[in-house]
């Protein structure tokens, strides 16, 4: 039936969010879509032993598929134990962009869920977030990537193939 709904929502233009997934599952949708797909707010494995979280292997598998992992200023998510920081978040993206290049990597804020951190607790102070990615020497079109580019190809690349597919009635 999971196929069937990844077919489906392909064939309508619908991203598919494989941030709640399984490992199974995750790996299932990468091989039946048709389209690449995204996690909308899904942090380092790596960095912070979550299960939402993605490993290097899927990261990888992510990007290889022309998907995009978009990190989450949530601090489950970020760092065990103890409230993360905008430090914890940069520390992922920048972790994430050396796993699978800075066109498949994201921002996922998850303020109307659980999200913020110190220093990046609402939207007013997301400006410090690209403040420090400045710093680390991310150049304008790197930030225009990660704050919404990359997200856009992908939504672009499932809407494209949906009309591309579409049947026409005449």
Not at 79 to 95: L, S, W
Not at 127 to 143: K, W
Request: net charge negative; with cysteine.
């Amino acid at each position: 039936f999971g196929k069937e709904v990844v077919m489906e929502m392909n064939r309508v233009g619908m991203m598919v969010d494989l941030s709640h997934a399984s490992e199974k599952s995750f790996y299932d949708v990468l091989e039946f879509s048709k389209v690449p797909v995204i996690c909308s707010h899904s942090s380092s494995r790596t960095l912070c032993d979550h299960p939402r979280n993605l490993t290097d292997a899927q990261m990888k598998a992510l990007a290889e598929k022309g998907g995009v992992a978009q990190v989450c200023m949530y601090s489950g998510f970020l760092k065990k134990g103890g409230q993360a920081t905008v430090d914890d978040a940069v520390k992922h993206i920048m972790y994430m962009i050396d796993v699978m290049g800075i066109d498949h990597v994201g921002i996922g804020t998850d303020f109307d869920g659980d999200g913020g951190v110190m220093g990046l607790a609402h939207a007013g102070e997301l400006i410090n977030l690209t403040r420090m990615l400045l710093r680390e020497g991310y150049s304008e079109a790197d930030l225009r990537k990660l704050w919404g580019a990359n997200f856009l190809r992908v939504m672009h690349q499932a809407q494209t193939y949906a009309v591309d597919k579409a049947e026409f009635s005449t």
